[in-house]
């Protein structure tokens, strides 16, 4: 198989927006036969809706629109889908079995402790194990999202320093090469986001953090590996440093995967970080979501944990509250499906495979960077581990990353990452993942080759890409001028 | 390792095409103190037949998950159709992630274009984003973008205090970091719901109003006379909507003018999961547009002009606009939302319609078969399908009796309200028979006397 097509070819069955294949009278459902006369009655009449517009289909109708539907995507089951920052590992299948089992799918947030002890034992016991790949005191499951992780952690370090006294603390440093929820976090909590510009070589400036610690700073966030795949090589120091003035240390977990089983967090002097099960623990992406985020913290932090927790009490689990909690952050436990998944995954790598999650992530990223770099130019090529950040400065006749990215499609890759981190002009982010193999990567490396060959022999086949897909360069500018959210949403 | 494809001897190439020697080289960047000398202490690797043989024992831990339940309070079982589920395994959704690049996700984009397009007639609302966390979330959310958004920059918030404990709580955090407090309106002992004198809290300084229908006891607000107190004053109208499959009989929350209204889509079609993964709704009028959080999937074309569906309004979003984004949300919770589109797809207007007016009819054999036994109503107020039961004895006690028996009787007031020990928040659905509800009443009356 060649970096042609990668085995891809266009085979699609068109498909009509759902509402156009409802016929009056169709129906799909199946309830028991049961005379419904009068039942309305039982809700005063000012209490009814007039009417409810929602399509009529048959049961066939609904699987073969979502079956076409699903052939217009491309997912990690179909192909190398090295989107940077989003680890788009493998997802297993037995996560899947697992989450379905009635045992667990079908247990209410609100049955009695007694009659729930597996589910808080998997809880506490995924707790733990997270602790312990990452080196913190206590972990909780509530967050919903990686974001939502973020507010989270953020809303421990406020409580700390409130209940220390020390309400001058508003700021937050953020370096401009971090993801753009960790401001929007900030922003959310009342907290100001100061940005610290990267060094020259795209990892923080020691002596320019310093410079800007003073006793208004409450917290630095930083991810480590940062976003340009850098690993942080001061990252001692620079927790030393904030410790010293005062400030917390945030750690964006995004990048977890690239030391997974070979460092710790904790261990470098983190005090807060929130993990992506989605990303490093295998649980799916869902096309969005739904993901999971928990928030580890550091011994000093436990106290200010989101309520409620999962403890052990004898040999019973249970639900505790904290009485200096930051609060709660939604409803229930958490998204305990996901957190499922992410426990059947650490089972099956156990301490034996563990460390090679980073070692082979970090290899095959290595490999690509290594393959590609004199083609596509790596604005800071050092110290990277598990992915490479490209940019499209080398491309002759005004090819860019956008097209770089339309062409991989036609080649039967999902692209990377594109245009972030905004530090890096045309930024290209690949992050292959240690599910991949070596013939994956060699596939995706030939395709990045002949573009970068066709983008000057022939530019114009980059610049028409996609041909293949079922549709081809969307105009967004359209859309975002006139907006059309829904069926029937034009008038 | 299942999962780890590359040999031994392609490892080899690779280091030799990176130019080290061993994998450990690359990692020389991690400063050597920090370095794990032994990999952390996780339990040791089980196989796939381990893994089914411990989930199995685990499982079997979980006998409430067996049980004849009636809890209900924020998280409902309800018939979920087969293919739901079926349709859900499609990897190629699940194994997507955000579809950043529409021409490897029109899948996932259309998707979500229905998913907002059934959701915003449910609600009655002119549009619905891709999404939120959960009700909660979305609750507070909603608050946010008010006081975000309001001319007059008014800041107190009044909440009904039957809104579900949990969202009362949650917003509590999310005001951590807002100017804005919460004023509650207590409910009537009597009816369940809002007091009317309570209306009189909702003042010219208000910004929005935040209620819940079907309330956490159960009973239906005064949705009318809510609305027209928040729209005497121009206070944003956010009603909130949990259980949702309400909403093929009930008064949709744009009928009553909402501003913005918030939902949990859980009940549509998704399973309990011990309270998540659920997924939050979100909805609001066309002029809040881009105020809102969320993802948004529009409608556009493709340079051959050919209908397709894209991200849009990203503007709003973190990515572009960082601290000043409209929310630090930056994904949704896509498969769940899926789920939720399929369930309606299935269900259509008359199935949704059909399995409200079970409920209705459901929660009515339960009154009479409880009319033999000495738990009464606690309100009077109209309900969906919930109950609110005032005991003769401490809920609590009842459920673990009751528990004994092989039922679980439902949710005790006393859990967020300690002074209503004795009231027990029962719910039913399509998914029991009217013999349940007998089981039920005979169980209870054995406990409790008939």
Same mark, same amino acid.
């Given at each position: 198989m060649s970096y042609t097509s990668n085995g891809f070819t266009d085979i699609k069955f068109h498909e009509e927006v759902l509402f156009e294949r409802s016929r009056p009278g169709r129906a799909a459902y199946s309830l028991p036969a049961e005379d419904l006369t009068g039942a309305e009655d039982l809700l005063p009449a000012d209490l009814r809706r007039k009417g409810l517009d929602l399509p009529e289909l048959s049961e066939i109708d609904v699987v073969r629109h979502y079956t076409r539907l699903s052939t217009y995507n491309f997912s990690i089951d179909h192909t190398f889908y090295p989107l940077g920052s989003c680890t788009m590992k493998y997802n297993p299948k037995i996560n899947e079995k697992m989450a379905r089992l009635a045992a667990f799918a079908n247990l209410h947030p609100e049955t009695p402790l007694g009659y729930a002890q597996g589910t808080l034992k998997m809880l506490f016991d995924l707790q733990h194990m997270l602790a312990e790949v990452s080196g913190f005191a206590e972990v909780s499951l509530n967050p919903a999202a990686g974001a939502h992780g973020e507010y989270t952690g953020l809303g421990v370090i406020r409580k700390y320093h409130q209940k220390r006294g020390d309400t001058k603390r508003k700021k937050v440093i953020i370096p401009d090469s971090a993801h753009g929820t960790n401001p929007a976090s900030c922003a959310i909590n009342g907290f100001e986001a100061v940005v610290l510009e990267s060094g020259p070589d795209g990892k923080i400036c020691l002596d320019c953090l310093k410079g800007m610690l003073n006793d208004e700073v409450a917290a630095i966030m930083l991810t480590n590996p940062n976003t340009l795949g850098v690993f942080e090589t001061d990252i001692c120091a620079i927790? =030393? $440093?904030?410790?010293d003035a005062g400030a917390l240390v945030y750690g964006d977990g995004a990048n977890l995967n690239a030391i997974l089983g070979v460092a710790r967090p904790g261990d470098m002097g983190i005090d807060v970080m929130h993990f992506n099960l989605h990303k490093t623990f295998s649980t799916p992406h869902g096309g969005g979501g739904p993901g999971s985020g928990p928030v580890g913290v550091a011994k000093h932090l436990v106290e200010f944990l989101p309520n409620p927790v999962v403890r052990k009490e004898g040999d019973r689990y249970v639900f505790a509250l904290l009485k200096d909690s930051m609060g709660r952050v939604r409803s229930f436990y958490g998204n305990v499906g996901i957190a499922l998944r992410a426990y059947v995954y650490l089972l099956e790598l156990g301490k034996e495979h563990i460390a090679e999650?980073? !070692?082979?992530?970090?290899?095959?990223?290595?490999?690509?960077?290594?393959?590609?770099k004199d083609i596509y130019n790596v604005k800071y090529p050092n110290d990277t581990l598990h992915e490479a950040v490209f940019d499209d400065s080398k491309l002759p006749n005004h090819v860019t990353t956008m097209d770089v990215a339309k062409g991989l499609i036609d080649r039967g890759y999902h692209p990377p990452t594109v245009y972030f981190p905004l530090i890096v002009h045309g930024a290209l982010m690949v992050e292959p993942t240690e599910t991949e193999s070596k013939e994956t990567m060699d596939g995706f490396i030939d395709a990045l080759k002949d573009i970068a060959e066709k983008a000057a022999s022939d530019p114009q086949s980059i610049l028409n890409a996609p041909t293949k897909t079922y549709i081809k360069r969307p105009d967004e500018t359209l859309a975002a001028r006139k907006p059309v959210l829904k069926y029937g949403g034009e008038k | 390792m299942r999962y780890l494809p590359n040999t031994p001897a392609?490892?080899? !190439?690779?280091?030799?095409?990176?130019?080290?020697?061993?994998?450990r080289d690359l990692f020389t960047c991690v400063p050597k103190n920090v370095l794990l000398k032994e990999p952390p202490a996780l339990p040791a690797a089980m196989s796939e037949m381990e893994i089914e043989r411990h989930m199995a024992e685990l499982g079997g831990k979980n006998e409430g998950a067996a049980m004849l339940s009636f809890l209900g309070g924020g998280c409902y079982r309800h018939y979920a159709p087969s293919l739901i589920d079926q349709m859900l395994l499609r990897s190629e959704f699940y194994t997507a992630y955000t579809p950043y690049q529409p021409e490897a996700s029109q899948g996932t984009l259309r998707a979500i274009f229905e998913f907002q397009t059934m959701i915003a007639n449910l609600f009655s609302m002119d549009v619905s984003n891709a999404s939120m966390y959960d009700g909660a979330t979305a609750a507070a959310e909603a608050v946010m973008m008010a006081l975000r958004n309001d001319r007059k920059k008014r800041t107190r918030?009044?909440?009904?205090?039957?809104?579900?404990?949990?969202?009362?709580?949650? &917003?509590?955090?999310?005001? !951590?970091?807002?100017?804005?407090e919460v004023v509650l309106m207590e409910f009537d002992q009597q009816t369940g719901r809002v007091a009317d004198r309570e209306l009189?809290?909702?003042? =010219?300084?208000?910004?929005?109003?935040?209620?819940?229908?079907?309330?956490?006891?159960?009973?239906? !607000?005064?949705i009318h006379a809510?609305?027209?107190? $928040?729209? $005497?004053?121009?206070?944003?109208?956010?009603?909130?909507?949990i259980e949702t499959t309400a909403l093929g009989i009930l008064t949709a929350p744009g009928e009553l003018g909402a501003d913005i209204a918030v939902g949990e889509g859980q009940p549509l079609g998704i399973p309990v999961n011990y309270g998540g993964p659920g997924v939050g709704l979100f909805t609001t009028r066309t002029d809040h547009v881009r105020k809102m959080p969320g993802r948004l999937v529009g409608k556009t074309a493709d340079r051959e002009g050919k209908e397709c569906f894209v991200l849009t309004l990203s503007a709003r979003e973190q990515h572009i606009k960082r601290e000043k984004a409209t929310s630090n949300i930056c994904?949704?919770?896509?498969?769940?939302?899926?789920?939720?589109?399929?369930?309606?797809?299935?269900?259509?207007?008359?199935?949704?319609?059909?399995?409200? &007016?079970?409920?209705? =009819?459901?929660?009515?054999? &339960?009154?009479k078969a409880l009319a033999k036994t000495k738990a009464k109503l606690a309100f009077t107020g109209p309900c969906y399908n919930e109950i609110a039961l005032k005991l003769p004895m401490k809920a609590d006690a009842v459920i673990d009796k009751m528990a004994a028996e092989g039922v679980l009787a439902g949710v005790p007031a006393s859990r967020y309200y300690p002074a209503l020990d004795d009231i027990l928040i029962t719910a039913t659905t399509e998914f029991h028979s009217c013999a349940d509800a007998g089981r039920f009443a005979t169980t209870l009356a054995k406990v409790i006397g008939g």
């Open positions: 927790t =030393k $440093a904030c410790h999650v980073a !070692e082979q992530a970090v290899l095959n990223a290595n490999y690509i960077k290594a393959k590609l | 392609e490892v080899k !190439e690779m280091l030799a095409a990176i130019g080290v020697n061993s994998i918030i009044v909440v009904a205090s039957t809104l579900h404990p949990h969202y009362i709580q949650t &917003l509590r955090t999310y005001l !951590e970091g807002f100017t804005g009189a809290k909702i003042d =010219k300084d208000t910004v929005a109003v935040l209620f819940q229908y079907p309330n956490w006891f159960g009973v239906i !607000e005064d809510i609305a027209k107190a $928040a729209k $005497a004053v121009e206070a944003w109208l956010i009603p909130a909507v994904s949704n919770q896509g498969l769940m939302a899926l789920a939720a589109s399929m369930y309606l797809a299935t269900m259509g207007k008359e199935g949704l319609r059909k399995v409200a &007016l079970t409920n209705l =009819k459901r929660r009515d054999c &339960l009154v």
